[in-house]
């Protein structure tokens, strides 16, 4: 969903422009009618459907959440005696840099491989985690023009690039609500293959470039016949 960001400055401009009845009176003061704001990631966050997604994850991807466990186990197992040794020969009263750099190296490449095996254990969670962040997302904006509709909000700004707002502005809750009826869960298994919004584009992109690199290579090279022998 496009969102569009005006700042607050031009957003007192328009209100000023405004004709008397397109205000409303608050507690808080004169509200602009016509005007809301909206955090799209917290709503989706907010959203029933994550939720249960959510819960879902533990289950559907729980030998995952147990093998990161039990490797976090044993690699903190693994550097703490190493650790331990490194910070002990560093205090020493003459401490041997050559030893305490091996050392430090040592636990560095414990560390990074570490970290990136893992990645590799709790990947199928992240990506199914974007997936069903995905579908939510998808009915986002129905669910924005749903809640506009309802309020008669003509314009949603971005909280996120207000500075501060009355409350009386705030579309979350109506959002929230909409994104509720029309999506009230999502699956957690992604189809094969499946990519994230960003590597699709990115890929598709890369893929464009290619084209259109082998399509200009196969138009600048020289049109080549294969002569014909002849008869004597």
């Known amino acids: 969903m496009k969102r ?40 989706v966050f907010a959203s029933n459907a994550y939720k249960a997604a959510v ?6 991807y729980k030998a995952q959440f147990d093998q990161l466990k039990t490797r976090k186990a044993a690699l903190k197992a693994q550097l703490g005696p190493l650790v331990d040794k490194f910070k002990a020969d560093r205090a020493a009263a003459k401490p041997d840099t050559n030893a305490l750099q091996t050392e ?31 579908q939510i997302t998808e ?26 707002a009355d409350q009386a502005y705030n579309l979350n809750q109506d959002i929230l609500d909409q994104l509720n009826l029309i999506v009230p869960s999502v699956s957690v ?21 290619a084209a259109a690199e082998a399509a200009e290579s196969g138009a600048a090279a020289p049109a080549t016949t294969k002569k014909q022998p002849q008869g004597r």
């Open 189 to 209: 298994t992604p189809p094969a293959g499946w990519l994230p919004r960003e590597a699709r584009e990115r890929q598709a992109q890369e893929q464009a470039a």
């Open 4 to 43: 569009l960001h005006i700042s607050a400055a031009l957003v007192a401009a328009l209100s000023l422009a405004a004709a008397p009845a397109a205000y409303a009176q608050t507690a808080g003061g004169v509200v602009a009618a016509g005007v809301g704001i909206a955090n799209s990631q917290a709503v």
């Open 55 to 60: 819960t879902q994850l533990q289950t559907t």
């Open 139 to 164: 009915k986002l904006d129905a669910a924005t023009q749903a809640a506009m509709t309802k309020r008669k909000i003509t314009l949603v700004l971005d909280s996120q690039s207000v500075v501060k």
């Open 104 to 134: 430090y190296t040592q636990i560095q490449q414990i560390q990074q491989s570490g970290q990136q095996e893992l990645e590799q254990i709790i990947e199928p969670v992240n990506l199914a985690r974007q997936y069903a962040v995905e």
